[in-house]
């Protein structure tokens, strides 16, 4: 069946260092590809989405490219901030989440 | 863009009596919503789709006649945690689908505490 597989946390930054969280997935077809990031004691929110090979998404500064080819949707964001401390979860066409990763930026 | 509300947000009810938790769907109408279950640092769960006018479709493992799901209206889905447990204390989230396919407009979460 369908899965994603997310880059283990917890991951600790310093602000403005360069983040990346891998998330790789199996799935038949050509599913869509979505981040959502969850903030302390909320619900999850889309971060960015990609809804076919090739497409970037993009949002307040976080990137993810989806690759058929590797089967990869990475998140990225070239400078993170205090603000980002949350958990990053990737998903597979809206049902199938990954495990999350907890992002601790520190000042 | 399209909003989700939960209530309540935080709920404390004590071992054996019910609770139920309302998905609401606020500016938009949502036919399927869907219920997910999150432990502490790990990932959402899906229990159960939620689908007005029919009966609720469950996963795997999760107990139907425990976890009530009605789906009453267009805008209104809920959860009722019967005879609850401390083991069903843990963080409920709703979910209704996107105009985008398989997007998902989340609920902001309740935390429920069996004592």
């Known amino acids: 069946g369908d899965s994603v597989t997310q880059m283990e946390g917890p991951v600790t930054l310093s602000e403005e260092a360069f983040l990346t969280i891998n998330c790789t997935y199996t799935a038949t077809g050509y599913p869509s590809l979505f981040w959502y990031v969850q903030y302390p004691g909320e619900g999850l929110q889309l971060l960015l989405k990609a809804t076919k090979a090739d497409d970037k998404g993009s949002n307040k500064g976080f990137e993810a490219t989806y690759r058929k080819e590797t089967t990869s949707f990475h998140l990225e964001k070239g400078s993170v901030q205090v603000s980002d401390s949350a958990v990053y979860f990737c998903a597979l066409s809206g049902l199938t989440f990954g495990e999350g990763t907890q992002l601790t930026v520190n000042p | 863009g399209a909003v989700v509300s939960q209530h309540p947000s935080r709920v404390i009810c004590k071992s054996g009596t019910s609770v139920k938790i309302e998905c609401r769907s606020l500016?938009?109408?949502?036919?399927?919503m869907f219920w997910y279950r999150q432990f502490p640092k790990q990932s959402l769960m899906l229990m159960a789709t939620s689908n007005e006018g029919s009966k609720a479709t469950y996963e795997q493992g999760v107990e139907k006649d425990k976890f009530l799901i009605n789906h009453a209206s267009l805008t209104l889905s809920t959860l009722t945690v019967t005879s609850a447990h401390p083991e069903d204390s843990s963080f409920y989230i709703c979910?209704?689908?996107?105009?985008?396919?398989?997007?998902?407009?989340f609920g902001p979460g309740t935390r429920l505490t069996v004592t």
């Open positions: 500016d938009f109408q949502a036919t399927t």
């Open positions: 979910s209704a689908p996107g105009q985008v396919l398989y997007e998902q407009y």
